[in-house]
């Protein structure tokens, strides 16, 4: 069963770096039929893609946040990784990582797999 | 401000048929599939529903999907109480070349 731990530090200072990484187990991220993604939502809200990569490192990123994005890849570690830059109180948020299913058929992106999601709250 | 619009919130009570909708536009429900999340307080999201009206396994057939031009609907029958969570619609945007959601739609179970 495949499993995606997130782990990272729970407080970060208003302008400092959010950095988030997601360890993937019971299964590969080398896989060629997925791309491996970032989620938040901030309290009490709906939630935000953030961006997502590819195992051979080749990331998209959602346009409101693209300055200030990057996710990477660590296939020998199978892990995959999160940078926000200056952060403020607005970057508040539950963040997930997740395995994005890229379905054969046109149109098809979902979700499958979701890590427990880590708190990280923005504040000096 | 979500991109895809759901209601905030619905109800109904056991044994009930209940609608959850999800609006779009052309350039995500309107051209790509719809995909449905649901999510108990403090736990991550999990997969409903994807390619508009396909169960993951182990989700049972008392949920259901439909899509019609701009706009989706999860249909939950035979409502039972431990379907009380908040439901995310999702899908892909061709114009912002990502995914979007809903806001997220929580439903009592009266």
Do not use: M
């Given at each position: 069963?495949?499993?995606?731990?997130d782990?990272g530090p729970g407080l970060v200072r208003p302008s400092e770096t959010l950095s988030l990484t997601?360890?993937?187990?019971?299964?590969?991220?080398?896989?060629?039929?997925?791309?491996?993604?970032w989620?938040r939502?901030?309290?009490?809200?709906?939630?935000?893609?953030i961006?997502?990569?590819?195992?051979?490192?080749?990331?998209?990123?959602?346009?409101?946040l693209?300055?200030r994005v990057t996710?990477?890849?660590?296939?020998?570690?199978?892990?995959?990784s999160l940078r926000l830059s200056s952060v403020t109180?607005a970057d508040t948020a539950?963040y997930?990582?997740?395995?994005?299913?890229?379905?054969?058929?046109?149109?098809?992106?979902?979700?499958?797999?979701?890590?427990?999601?880590a708190l990280v709250t923005v504040s000096? | 401000?979500?991109?895809?619009?759901?209601?905030?919130?619905?109800?109904?009570?056991?044994?009930?048929?209940?609608?959850?909708?999800?609006?779009?536009?052309?350039?995500?429900?309107?051209?790509?599939?719809?995909?449905?999340?649901?999510?108990?307080?403090?736990?991550?999201?999990?997969?409903?529903?994807?390619?508009?009206?396909?169960?993951?396994?182990?989700?049972?057939?008392?949920?259901?999907?439909?899509?019609?031009?701009?706009?989706?609907?999860?249909?939950?029958?035979?409502?039972?109480?431990?379907?009380?969570?908040?439901?995310?619609?999702?899908?892909?945007?061709?114009?912002?070349?990502?995914?979007?959601?809903?806001?997220?739609?929580?439903?009592?179970?009266?």
């Amino acid at each position: 069963q495949l499993q995606l731990q997130d782990s990272g530090p729970g407080l970060v200072r208003p302008s400092e770096t959010l950095s988030l990484t997601c360890t993937v187990s019971g299964g590969s991220i080398s896989s060629s039929s997925y791309y491996w993604g970032w989620i938040r939502q901030p309290p009490g809200k709906g939630l935000e893609w953030i961006g997502s990569i590819y195992y051979s490192g080749s990331p998209y990123y959602n346009a409101s946040l693209k300055s200030r994005v990057t996710i990477s890849v660590d296939t020998s570690r199978s892990q995959f990784s999160l940078r926000l830059s200056s952060v403020t109180a607005a970057d508040t948020a539950i963040y997930f990582c997740a395995r994005e299913v890229i379905g054969a058929t046109e149109g098809v992106y979902y979700f499958d797999y979701w890590g427990q999601g880590a708190l990280v709250t923005v504040s000096s | 401000q979500s991109v895809l619009t759901q209601p905030p919130s619905t109800s109904g009570t056991p044994g009930q048929r209940v609608t959850i909708s999800c609006s779009g536009g052309i350039s995500n429900i309107g051209s790509n599939t719809v995909n449905w999340y649901q999510q108990f307080p403090g736990t991550a999201p999990k997969l409903l529903l994807f390619n508009n009206n396909e169960r993951p396994s182990g989700v049972p057939d008392r949920f259901s999907g439909s899509k019609s031009g701009t706009s989706a609907s999860l249909v939950i029958s035979g409502l039972q109480s431990d379907d009380e969570a908040e439901y995310h619609c999702a899908a892909w945007d061709d114009s912002l070349n990502g995914q979007v959601f809903g806001g997220g739609t929580k439903l009592s179970v009266l």
